[in-house]
């Protein structure tokens, strides 16, 4: 059953409240090239925790690779499949945060990675 | 318990044909917690208004628990939501002549609950999201975060087997959205299914699935160790 009783229940529910914390913060990087990683090393009270995140560029622009015409479907849909194909194949010690939306004409989109743990 | 299959939705104007979702498929079991991530335009919204029966979808089905209900007439629909899914938006969509305890009672009026218990459930629910003392609050004496608070109690006063979750932390800061993010944790871990469209990889990491989209189609999902 989902009721509300047993949420109400949960003693953790309370505790939840209680515990605030920050859950982002934002810092400001200089323009990251492509493939350099960014380490970001964050210390609370004695635990120290690193962490790697990389920018990846993977083409966008797939004129070469049209084979059913160069309509908007057949352009997003070969665009797509590179996409995918690339993303799949990716490093897999690499975890994928993001897709940023690539600017209008821009030849390549730009993927947030996250090194695993 | 939710399932796609080839979901297709197109927006037509007059000169103009834009694909938002192409061939979407999904397959969302019961107790799971779902994030879809994309970018602004990638279909998030739309692909979660179709999930939620909100809007048609131009091809394509979707089942729930096992029944397809993508053809269902109107009344129907309302009937299916009513009694299985609750909705949190980014920008909470109360109505502003409520008040807070009328809010979260109005999903219990339209299942016809009876007085008693009515009562008894919405102040159980906002007791429980802390928001009891301002229970007799217009929506706009309120903060964003507390806003969202009565969003989620008006959501899950009826115990949806379902939440659908639109960018719920969106107008929050750091502290009502981190609230938020683990009241529907907890609602997820006494077994809700939730589904939540985020631009945060913060709230996507409370999920056990992360599907990204991008123009419309799935990209990539990444399941969590749970």
Not at chain 1, 16 to 38: A, D
Not at chain 1, 72 to 91: F, G, M, N, V
Not at chain 1, 109 to 117: A, F, P, S, T
Not at chain 2, 5 to 25: H, P
Request: hydrophobic content about 35%.
């Amino acid at each position: 059953m989902l009721g509300f009783e047993l949420i109400k229940s949960s003693k953790t529910c309370y505790s939840i409240y209680k515990t605030r914390s920050m859950r982002e913060v934002t810092i400001p990087l200089p323009l990251v090239k492509e493939n350099e990683q960014v380490e970001i090393q964050v210390n609370v009270g004695k635990k120290r925790k690193i962490e790697h995140y990389k920018i990846d560029s993977f083409q966008w622009e797939c004129e070469d690779e049209l084979s059913r015409g160069n309509d908007a479907t057949s352009i997003s849909l070969a665009r797509i499949s590179r996409l995918k194909k690339l993303i799949e194949s990716y490093d897999k010690s690499w975890e994928l945060i993001q897709i940023f939306a690539p600017l209008e004409n821009s030849e390549f989109i730009r993927v947030l990675y996250r090194k695993k743990e | 318990m939710l399932k796609t299959k080839n979901l297709v939705k197109i927006f037509r104007s007059d000169e103009i044909e834009t694909t938002a979702l192409n061939n979407v498929n999904l397959d969302i079991s019961e107790g799971e917690f779902v994030a879809i991530m994309g970018p602004s335009g990638c279909g998030k919204s739309t692909l979660l208004n179709i999930l939620g029966l909100l809007d048609d979808a131009t091809s394509g089905e979707i089942y729930f628990r096992d029944i397809e209900v993508s053809k269902f007439s109107e009344r129907n629909r309302t009937k299916l939501r009513k009694a299985n899914v609750g909705f949190v938006f980014q920008s909470f969509n109360l109505i502003d002549e409520l008040s807070v305890y009328e809010n979260v009672e109005l999903p219990l009026l339209y299942l016809n609950t009876p007085s008693t218990e009515r009562k008894k459930k919405v102040l159980e629910v906002l007791d429980y999201m802390q928001i009891a003392h301002r229970k007799k609050h217009f929506p706009q004496q309120l903060s964003g975060g507390q806003q969202q608070r009565v969003a989620v109690a008006r959501a899950v006063v009826t115990n949806p087997k379902l939440i659908l979750a639109d960018e719920p932390t969106g107008n929050l800061d750091s502290v009502n959205g981190e609230d938020v993010m683990n009241l529907l944790t907890l609602l997820n871990k006494q077994g809700t299914t939730i589904v939540m469209v985020t631009h945060s990889p913060t709230d996507a990491e409370k999920a056990h699935r992360v599907i990204q989209l991008f123009d419309g189609y799935i990209v990539t999902e990444s399941v969590k160790k749970v």
